[in-house]
């Protein structure tokens, strides 16, 4: 009896000892993966750290160049630190640095290669390990073009107000930095694909005050924000909705409307500044090569076009029978304008693209006036008028062209449509187009009798401080023959394709309760995505910046 008891004791005693043994390896493997844990959390903040220092840095790159004036110096790192974020055991914090310098593609956007780090620092004592996590990101600026709608006030020219309503459908993104008014009708059904047929089916962003805006519901007479499925699909379709933003977007500069002047005249975009735009010589004419190192270049075009003096200008083209820019001519013709200083006589400028040459009035240069040169050395598309200038009816443009005036203005500028302004290659055909225009002035006219108007490009008016308060300040796209009760001339539709950039809202017709136009135009937009993506060559660009990709690199 006691040996068994004995050997029930060393059985006890045995079972015991490997319980003990589980439980000790029990304990580790727990303290292990706790350990491993609170690593792995470690590790995401340092991740979210090292995407901190990337939104920083662009931030930085943004207020750098707010207004596009670029003063000061260029920011080259960021830092930032987060003291236990989201209730953690760490701090955390992170240095971003713009890798290299910046780089320009053909379409003279701005792109930065930015590395950030983020690190964590556990607590005094801990035992958990510093851990670091590093990301890369290539960052892209926003051009102007990437805005089916852009408007930094909803006061109008006519001191009226002016309704995004039903039959209207803005097929890109849409800012508005005043008080919107939005007239719905989920009943509306004139549009192709509609049923629904919505106003915004990109969303809308605003900086203004979303309580503000003044919704009217055209079936019951409502002044709610659209609830129910039908109302919300005639405003938003099945996209984006409102986003409200803090900061204002603001309009180019003086420093980039110049550009176009100093890249039309100088063929460089180092002469930007009135003092440059007032010595510019040629006379009261239209030149190429006018700067004094473009004249060293003889008969290779170096330059834009310069148009010193008020004109009118009649655009002829041939088209490209692949949409491309391989063949095909582009005609502008230049007469004396009805504006101040008028240019003297007719100059008759012709860009073949098949030959890849441009001819002024019988002389021959090697090179196309057209896009976006990369070297200086083979002519651009600027076209920079120092005057008024009033663009003929049924005018067509084969190439890639900015054409502006001084925006700011500095004589009361502006520029003049008789009519419709088309490309010469559809580019919603089949084959495509790449044809691009765009128009800059601070207040561009619609001067029409016609039923119908078709206008291709994007519309740029208004300049960064402007005043947008009341109905004598400028920067807008309207119809001239409206006033603020009434519009004469050309009644019926405006098919616009492309992007309207204003500084305030310009009247171009009245409708009916149902949307139908009683005088004037009901614009219908349509949004040119290449805009955003190959902007017209020196069409100005915002102060954002979009991130084009981000990678995770680990720890360095």
């Known amino acids: 009896m006691k040996r068994q008891r004995g050997v029930a004791l060393i059985l006890v005693l045995m079972l015991t000892a490997v319980f003990l043994i589980l439980m000790g390896s029990l304990i ?158 989920s009943a509306y059904s004139g549009c192709a694909n509609g049923p629904p047929c919505p106003i915004f089916p990109f969303g809308f962003s605003t900086s203004g005050d979303p309580n503000r805006i003044q919704w009217f519901d055209v079936n019951d007479n409502n ?42 005249y100088y063929g460089d975009d180092t002469h930007g500044d009135l003092t440059d735009l007032n010595d510019a010589g040629c006379g009261r004419t239209v030149c190429v090569n006018g700067g004094p190192q473009a004249q060293a270049c003889g008969q290779t075009l170096c330059t834009g076009i310069f148009i010193n003096g008020s004109a009118d200008v009649t655009s002829t083209a041939v088209p490209s029978a692949s949409g491309d820019l391989s063949s095909g001519t582009e005609t ?62 049924g005018s067509q443009v084969h190439g890639q062209y900015t054409v502006a005036v001084p925006d700011p203005p500095q004589n009361n500028e ?46 740029l008016t208004g300049f960064a401080g402007e005043c947008n308060d009341k109905p004598k300040c400028g920067g807008y796209f309207a119809n001239s023959f409206c006033n603020k009760h009434e519009c004469d001339g050309g009644t019926g539709n405006l098919s616009l394709y492309g992007s309207i950039i204003e500084n305030m809202r310009g009247k171009l017709g009245v409708v009916n309760a149902q949307g139908t136009p009683i005088g004037g135009y009901l614009r219908t937009a349509t949004y040119d995505p290449r805009l955003g993506q190959t902007p017209p060559p020196f069409s100005p660009t915002t102060n954002l910046f979009s991130i084009v990709a981000v990678t995770d690199e680990g720890a360095p």
């Open 28 to 185: 580790d493997v727990l303290a292990i993966e706790s350990q491993d844990a609170i690593e792995s959390a470690n590790a995401d903040s340092a991740l979210t750290a090292a995407y901190s220092g990337v939104d920083l840095m662009v931030l930085s790159i943004e207020e750098f160049y707010q207004n596009g004036i670029q003063n000061g110096n260029f920011p080259t790192e960021a830092f930032c630190g987060f003291n236990q974020p989201g209730g953690g055991t760490v701090t955390t914090s992170c240095h971003a640095s713009v890798n290299g310098k910046r780089w320009q593609t053909a379409s003279g956007l701005n792109y930065y290669l930015i590395d950030s780090t983020g690190d964590t620092q556990p607590e005094l004592g801990s035992t958990n390990e510093e851990i670091t996590r590093s990301v890369r990101a290539l960052v892209r600026q926003v051009p102007f073009g990437a805005y089916a709608m852009f408007t930094e006030s909803e006061i109008s020219n006519s001191d009226s107000h002016i309704w995004y309503s039903s039959g209207q459908s803005y097929g890109g993104p849409v800012y508005s930095g005043g008080n919107m008014h939005i007239r719905y009708d």
């Open 223 to 264: 002044t709610s924000p659209p609830t129910s499925s039908a109302e919300l699909a005639a405003v938003y379709g099945s996209g984006s909705h409102l986003n409200a933003v803090q900061n204002a977007i603001p309009l180019p500069g003086l420093a980039q409307n110049l550009a176009v002047f100093s890249e039309a």
């Open 332 to 393: 502008w013709t230049f007469t004396p304008g009805s504006g101040p200083n008028p240019i003297v006589g007719t100059v008759v400028i012709t860009v073949d693209f098949g030959a890849g040459t441009t001819t002024v009035n019988g002389t021959v240069y090697r090179g196309v006036a057209s896009g976006e040169s990369s070297d200086g050395g083979s002519g651009n598309g600027a076209i920079f008028v120092n005057g008024d200038l009033t663009v003929a009816d």
């Open 414 to 459: 502006s520029m003049t449509l008789d009519g419709s302004l088309t490309y010469a290659n559809d580019p919603q055909s089949a084959n495509g187009s790449q044809d691009e225009l765009a128009l800059w002035a601070d207040k561009i006219w619609l001067t029409s009798n016609d039923a119908r108007a078709t206008i291709d490009g994007m519309l």
